[in-house]
């Protein structure tokens, strides 16, 4: 049977694959020590869960308007207001099968083929593949080196007449980086001059540590009308598998990723979205607890990572990766095996050491290796014991 080129090109999400290949080997029985997945391991607090046997019970089950119902949309928009300090009416905002759906909504209404789209370095695996899908062409922006982010310069650099697009995704995955507000506002002063518009996925925003603040680069002047705003309750409230995510930008680019989802997937499930609007009322403090735990995690890590020799990373103040530089261990050789990329380094480890996490090359950057802890401290302890052993036996 025929396969599109468009189907051909698409590279599977190294992301999820190794999550799943992590799983599936410990369902055989190996001890896997997974730093691959991309989801709070908590459970969705009991509240949300409530919420949403309600709404079965009472039969919440049928087609909702594409975009969303309106008390969802309504609690978007106030969360919005009272978190971000921005204004969007409810038509001004859709609700889509995770943030991943919005953000590929977004991108088939803005990007035409042969448009740029610049691209921080390192970027989230998904991004590249919906541009790509879209017949973008992404333009690499690389990350400058004090603060691992894409500095003004940077983007300067790599402006040409056909940039369309910027995408940013603060706090990063999978460096876990904060933009500053200063960074911030520079990049939206270049945006208004070269007439780009922003894709801000602000989904880690509630995840940040060290009293890092993310400020959304639509909330500074006349940045809204150039924004779209990614966001979603999957990582906020450990809700992955619900699939709610959401967008909020311009009433006309909205409308338009509205007529995408009419004729692709129609409205996300139904009972997922009361879910969804009763975690967006939930207690503060349920998000709270979970960041303190993450935090604590994330001392661990980078306590144990900071001790591997020649390791280095950028401090993550956000979401629950740490994004780690083995480059001085490529070149070398374990048992006798070379090690000569962050893939075969990452599979090695699987192999090997027992433990699972993602090569950098997969977000653009070979040399790194992506650790999520969103996992329990026991298994940061363990986990990272066999890292070292493994690293004490590379020559
Ligand atoms: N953006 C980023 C940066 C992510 O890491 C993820 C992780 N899945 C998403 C968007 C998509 O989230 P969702 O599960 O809501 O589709
Ligand atoms: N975004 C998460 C990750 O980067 C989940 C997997 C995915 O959707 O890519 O691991």
Same mark, same amino acid.
């Given at each position: 049977?025929?396969?599109?080129?468009?189907?051909?090109?698409?590279?599977?999400?190294?992301?999820?694959?190794?999550?799943?290949?992590?799983?599936?080997?410990?369902?055989?029985?190996?001890?896997?020590?997974?730093?691959?997945?991309?989801?709070?391991?908590?459970?969705?607090?009991?509240?949300?869960?409530?919420?949403?046997?309600?709404?079965?019970?009472?039969?919440? !089950?049928?087609?909702?308007p594409?975009?969303?119902?309106?008390?969802?949309?309504?609690?978007?928009?106030?969360?919005?207001?009272?978190?971000?300090?921005l204004?969007?009416?409810?038509?001004?905002?859709?609700v889509?099968?995770?943030?991943?759906?919005? $953000?590929?909504?977004?991108?088939?209404?803005? =990007?035409?083929?042969? &448009?740029?789209?610049?691209?921080?370095?390192?970027?989230?695996?998904?991004?590249?593949?919906?541009?790509?899908?879209?017949?973008?062409?992404?333009?690499?922006?690389?990350?400058?080196?004090?603060?691992?982010?894409?500095?003004?310069?940077?983007?300067?650099?790599?402006?040409?007449?056909?940039?369309?697009?910027?995408?940013?995704?603060?706090?990063?995955?999978?460096?876990?980086?904060?933009?500053?507000?200063?960074? $911030?506002?520079?990049?939206a002063?270049?945006?208004?001059?070269q007439?780009l518009?922003?894709?801000?996925?602000?989904?880690?925003?509630?995840?940040?540590? &060290?009293?890092?603040?993310?400020?959304?680069?639509?909330?500074?002047?006349?940045?809204?009308?150039?924004?779209?705003?990614?966001?979603?309750?999957?990582?906020?409230?450990?809700?992955?598998?619900?699939?709610?995510?959401?967008?909020?930008?311009?009433?006309?680019?909205?409308?338009?990723?509205?007529?995408?989802? &009419?004729?692709? !997937?129609?409205?996300?499930?139904?009972?997922?979205?009361?879910?969804?609007?009763?975690?967006?009322?939930?207690?503060? =403090?349920?998000?709270?607890?979970?960041?303190?735990?993450?935090?604590?995690?994330?001392?661990?890590?980078?306590?144990?990572?900071?001790?591997?020799?020649?390791?280095?990373?950028?401090?993550?103040?956000?979401?629950?990766?740490?994004?780690?530089?083995?480059?001085?261990?490529?070149?070398?050789?374990?048992?006798?095996?070379?090690?000569?990329?962050?893939l075969? $380094?990452?599979?090695?480890?699987?192999?090997?050491?027992?433990?699972?996490?993602?090569?950098?090359i997969?977000?653009?950057?070979?040399?790194?290796?992506?650790?999520?802890?969103?996992?329990?401290?026991?298994?940061?302890?363990?986990?990272?014991?066999?890292?070292?052993?493994?690293?004490?036996?590379?020559?």
């Amino acid at each position: 049977m025929q396969i599109t080129e468009r189907a051909k090109n698409i590279e599977p999400s190294a992301t999820l694959s190794i999550s799943a290949r992590a799983k599936a080997l410990q369902k055989q029985g190996r001890d896997i020590i997974s730093f691959s997945a991309g989801e709070p391991d908590f459970d969705t607090p009991s509240v949300i869960k409530e919420e949403a046997k309600k709404a079965i019970d009472e039969g919440f !089950t049928k087609y909702t308007p594409t975009s969303g119902i309106p008390e969802l949309k309504e609690a978007i928009s106030k969360k919005l207001e009272g978190e971000n300090g921005l204004f969007y009416s409810p038509r001004e905002i859709i609700v889509s099968c995770g943030a991943k759906h919005s $953000l590929f909504n977004a991108i088939l209404t803005l =990007c035409n083929p042969g &448009d740029e789209v610049l691209l921080p370095k390192p970027y989230w695996v998904t991004y590249l593949e919906q541009i790509k899908l879209a017949g973008g062409k992404p333009v690499f922006l690389e990350p400058s080196p004090a603060t691992f982010t894409a500095g003004i310069e940077e983007i300067r650099k790599a402006l040409t007449p056909c940039a369309r697009i910027l995408i940013l995704n603060n706090p990063s995955n999978p460096t876990g980086v904060v933009w500053e507000e200063e960074e $911030l506002e520079k990049i939206a002063e270049l945006a208004k001059e070269q007439d780009l518009v922003v894709v801000s996925d602000e989904i880690y925003e509630r995840l940040t540590y &060290d009293g890092a603040k993310v400020r959304s680069i639509a909330s500074f002047p006349e940045m809204k009308e150039r924004t779209i705003v990614i966001n979603g309750v999957s990582k906020t409230f450990s809700m992955t598998g619900w699939r709610i995510g959401y967008a909020a930008g311009p009433q006309e680019v909205i409308e338009a990723m509205g007529r995408i989802q &009419d004729h692709s !997937t129609s409205n996300p499930t139904s009972i997922s979205q009361r879910a969804a609007w009763r975690a967006l009322q939930t207690d503060p =403090c349920l998000v709270e607890e979970m960041v303190e735990k993450f935090n604590k995690r994330r001392k661990l890590i980078m306590q144990h990572l900071s001790e591997i020799p020649s390791v280095t990373f950028p401090i993550p103040r956000g979401a629950f990766y740490i994004f780690a530089n083995f480059s001085s261990y490529l070149g070398k050789s374990f048992q006798g095996k070379s090690i000569n990329s962050s893939l075969e $380094l990452a599979e090695i480890l699987l192999e090997e050491a027992q433990i699972a996490c993602v090569p950098g090359i997969a977000f653009g950057m070979e040399g790194y290796l992506r650790f999520s802890y969103a996992t329990s401290e026991e298994n940061i302890e363990n986990g990272m014991k066999r890292l070292k052993d493994f690293i004490n036996q590379i020559n």
